[in-house]
C-alpha cells in the first residue's frame, strides 16, 4: 500500500519536509495548511518539487468547522471552500480534509450536517475532488468514526467519504471493529499515529504526545487490520503531532517514520494471517494483507554474545575486570583490542580509533540463530549498517547502528562449541576467572530525548524484543524514565533510560554524561563480593540510611542486614524471590553492577536506583 507523511510529522522549511520524505522512501505527502501558508515558495513551485521528488501530494488538510452550522454561517464556509479547491488544483491535490465540527457547530443534527457536507461535496466534484470526513476526538457534536459514517451515508454522495484516524478512535476506547461495516471506497483516507496511555485531555495529548507506530501503547495491527479487512487500499498516512519530532532533524526523523510503518504493516500482515478465518500458512495468501509489506521475519536474540567497552586507554576497565573475577582471555591477533571472559560474559577492550576518549559502551554483540536473516530484516527496515575493518581471517559479523549510534552485532556459533567462533581471533589468554560469573544479565543505555522512543522501536522491531511499561525513577537531577526491552526468557535485557539532563546535543559516542552500565549475573554475590574486596576492588559506598530502611522494609535479621552493610550490598525481594547487587565505581561514563537473582525475581532493584544515583552524584 502507498506510504504517506504528513508534514507536521517533521522539522524545518517544507522543502525540507518533502526532500526528507522522499529520501526515506514515502510514496506521497499530507500538505497540512500552516506549513504551506508560511511557505516561500509557490503551489506551482511546491507541485513541481514533489513530482521531481517522486511524491504524490496525497491530501490537503485541514478544513474546519464546515458543518452543523446555520444557513448564514455554511455560506461562508463555502466561500472559504472553494479558495481552498483553487489551492488544492495548483497543488494537484484530489482530496481534503474536513475535521468534524469543533468551534462553530450550533446545530446537533446529523441531517444538517449530512446535508451541508453534500454541497460542499458537489463543490468538490465539479473539480474532480473529494471530501474525506473525519471525527475528531474532541469534536463538539461528532466525536466518534461511527456518527461520522452515519452522516456520510445519510449525505450519499460519491465524492464524500470518511477519514479514519487512529489516534482520534483509539483515544475515545471506540471498537474499530465497526470499521468493517464501512465499504472500502467510502473510507478515502487512513491516518495512524501511536500514543503513550495517558490520563490528559484528549486535545493536549494529541497534540503533543502521539508516536509513531509501535512506540505507544495502541493495538495499530488490530486498528489496521480492521481497515483492510473493511477493502481500504488507499495511503496509509503518518500524522503524529509530537513537539521532540518537530525539533530534531527532519532527514532522521522521516527515515524512523517509515520504518515504524513498515514495521505496523508487516506486523499487521502477520496478524491477519494467523487470524481465525485467515491463511494459516502465510501473510500474503490472505487476501486482506497481499497489499502490506512484510520483511523477514526473526526469533528472539538467544542470549547476549559481548559487550564492547572503547576507549583511548582502557587499561583502568581491564584492572576492574580483573578485579571482579574476569580472566583474561587474549589480545586480538590484528587489532588494538583485548578480550576479558568469564562464564558465559565475555568484554571487549577497544583502543581502536578513541583517541581522547573515555571508557563508553562501543557496541554489543547478541547470539542468534541467524545473523543473515537478522541482517535481511535490518536491511528491509532502513537501519543503517555499522562498518568495522576486518582482516581476510576475521569473522565479519553483521552490524546496525542503534539511535544512540551504539553498534549491535550478531553472531552465533558452531554447534556444540563452548564459546562463539570470533573468539579464536584472540590468542595469549591467561589464568581463570572467579567461577560465580555466570553472564551477562542486562544492559543499560543511556538515550537522550529525542532518541528514546525511536530506540524502543528499534529494538522492538528489529530485535523482536518486548518492551516493558515504562518506569520513572527519581535521581539528584530529576526523574529519569526507564523503560526495558527484552526476550521473553530474559535471556537478552536492554534497559533504556534517558534522564533530564542529557540533551541531543550531548549524546554523542565520545561523551555520555550519563552514565551507562553492563550487569554481570553471578550465582554467589555475597562470595564474588568478599573476593572483589580481597583483589582491591572498592564498591559504590551505600549510605548507612538505607540500610536503616532495609531492615523496616524487609524482615532480613539484624545478622543479614549487616553482612549487606558491610560490603555495599542491595537488596530487593518480591513474591517470587530475592535480588541482591553491588556497583563498581564510574569509570568515563561506565560502570558494572553484579547481581545474583534467587528464586523466580525478574526486575532490577528498581527502589535502589534513587541511593546508586544519588552515591554516583556524589562522587561524581
Sequence with gaps: MQTSIATVCLSGTIVDKLHAAADAGFDAVEIFEPDLVVAQQSPEELRALSDRLGLELSLYQPFRDAEGVSDDAFRAVLHRAEAKFELMERLGIDTVLVCSNVATATVDDDAVSASQLARLADRAAARGMRIAYEALAWGRFVDDYRRSWRIVELAGHEALGVCLDSFHILSRGHDPAGIEGIPGEKVFFVQLADAPLLSLDVLSWSRHHRLFPGEGGFDLPAFLAHVVRGGYRGPLSLEVFNDTFRQTDAWRTARHAHRSLRVLEDATARLLASAPGGAADSAAADPAAQDLATVTAVPEPRGFDF??????????????????????????????????????????????????????????????????????????????????????????????????????????????????????????????????????????????????????????????????????VAGPVGLVRSQVVRSRDGGVRFALNVAPSLSERDATPDAQPFAQHVAISCSDVLGLARRARERGLRFLPVPANYYEDLAARFDLGAERVAELRSLDLLYDRDADGEFVHFYTPTLGSVFIELVQRVGGYDGYGAGNAPVRMAAQHAAA
Design 307 to 472: 559487550v564492547e567497552i572503547k576507549a583511548e586507554n582502557t587499561d583502568a576497565v581491564a584492572a576492574l575486570l580483573d578485579q571482579l573475577g574476569f580472566a583474561f582471555a587474549g589480545q586480538h591477533r590484528t587489532k588494538e583490542v583485548r578480550l576479558w571472559s568469564q562464564g558465559g560474559a565475555r568484554v571487549i577492550l577497544n583502543e581502536q580509533q578513541a583517541r581522547g576518549r573515555e571508557p563508553s559502551i562501543a557496541a554489543v554483540g547478541l547470539d542468534v540463530a541467524d545473523p543473515a536473516a537478522a541482517a535481511s530484516r535490518a536491511a528491509a527496515l532502513s537501519v543503517p549498517r555499522a562498518f568495522r575493518r576486518t582482516s581476510a581471517q576475521d569473522q565479519d559479523l553483521p552490524a546496525v547502528v542503534a539511535p544512540d549510534g551504539t553498534e549491535i552485532f550478531w553472531s552465533t556459533r558452531t554447534p556444540g562449541s563452548a564459546a562463539p567462533d570470533w573468539v579464536a581471533e584472540f590468542t595469549g589468554g591467561f589464568g581463570a576467572g572467579d567461577a560465580a560469573i555466570r553472564g551477562i544479565d542486562h544492559v543499560n543505555l543511556a538515550q537522550s530525548a529525542a532518541d528514546f522512543d525511536e530506540a524502543v522501536l528499534f529494538y522492538g522491531s528489529l530485535l523482536a524484543l518486548r518492551p516493558s511499561a515504562t518506569t520513572e
